[in-house]
């Protein structure tokens, strides 16, 4: 699916994501964030990570919300994308909480995305 930013749409990245327990040597890492894992784990990191991706296994699972807001409030400052069962709905509830990048299971309509 491609990913939806305030921009559009854009391709899927081919980006090798990482676990946070996994995380290599470097920077420019993109890590794949389980809704269930703690966030603070990659605070001493943040420098070297460009990309969260924080799942959202169904809709009404929220424990990602609080991942991002935690994240942002951490001082993280790379792309934080919502990836999973992310509805058009809430799109808006999940910019305030500091995503700015939404990969979702279903494609979206661009029109139904600037409206939220």
């Known amino acids: 699916m491609p990913v939806v930013t305030p921009d559009g749409f854009r391709a899927s990245d081919n980006i090798a994501y990482v676990s946070p327990d996994a995380l290599p040597a470097g920077s420019d890492l993109a890590v794949d964030m389980p809704n269930d894992a703690d966030p603070r784990t990659l605070v001493e990191r943040f420098g070297d990570i460009a990309t969260i991706r924080i799942a959202f296994p169904a809709f009404g699972d929220g424990r990602g919300y609080s991942s991002a807001r935690i994240l942002r409030e951490a001082g993280y400052e790379g792309e934080l994308r919502a990836v999973g069962d992310v509805l058009v709905d809430q799109l808006a509830y999940m910019r305030r909480c500091g995503f700015d990048a939404f990969e979702p299971d279903q ?10």
Do not use: F, I, Y
């Open 107 to 116: 494609q979206l309509d661009m029109d139904d995305v600037k409206a939220a």
